[in-house]
């Protein structure tokens, strides 16, 4: 694969399923990171951003405000949910070779302290515990500026092998 930029006409979306099956977990993730690829609609939505991406490692930045809020005045708790999962996620997509896939079957999420408006810039950051041939698990921590613990997580993933058909270079069927 070149290092030219991934040309794109969207601001975010999916990146094309060849692409994806063609690089490194890794390799994918470090060109959303710099904009060759588009980032997920979900980071634009909820407002995450990648702050760093390494192998077994991701984390994300972000800052809750009301439009976040549950029916009671709090963020909501898919918010730091949906956190802790993509940084895990990615953790786990960091190690995967090209033509291998993922998705979440088991996502647990421990509630520590409520998050407000006010609560500040906030890091999610996802760690493997562990890769198999099938099984991926890991761990997240979200934290605030002050380092105080928020929120943390556990995830296991299944991995797969994209079909063949989605594999860029080969005949599809």
């Known amino acids: 694969m070149s290092n030219e930029p991934i040309q794109s006409d969207t601001r975010v979306g999916a990146a094309p399923p060849d692409i994806v099956s063609a690089l490194s977990g890794l390799d994918f993730l470090q060109r959303m990171g710099d904009g060759r690829l588009p980032p997920p609609p979900i980071a634009e939505l909820l407002g995450f ?23 009671i005045g709090s963020v909501h708790g898919g918010y730091a949910a949906t956190l802790l999962d993509s940084c895990m996620a990615c953790a786990v997509h960091s190690m995967l070779k090209a033509g291998q ?21 906030i890091r999610a950051e996802g760690k493997i515990i562990h890769v198999g041939r099938q099984i991926a698990s890991a761990e997240g921590r979200l934290t605030d500026a002050r380092g105080r613990l928020l929120a943390h997580a556990t995830t296991t993933c ?4 994209f079909p063949a058909s989605q594999r860029a270079g080969e005949a599809g069927g």
Not at 59 to 67: E, G, H, L, Y
Not at 158 to 161: E, I, P, T, Y
């Open 49 to 71: 951003a990648p702050q760093e991406i390494e192998a077994g490692r991701a984390v994300f930045v972000s800052t809750p405000d009301a439009r976040h809020y549950n029916p």
């Open 101 to 121: 896939g993922y998705t979440t079957v088991e996502l647990k999420v421990n509630f520590v302290r409520p998050l407000f408006a006010d609560t500040g810039a």
């Open 158 to 161: 299944l991995v797969f092998s």
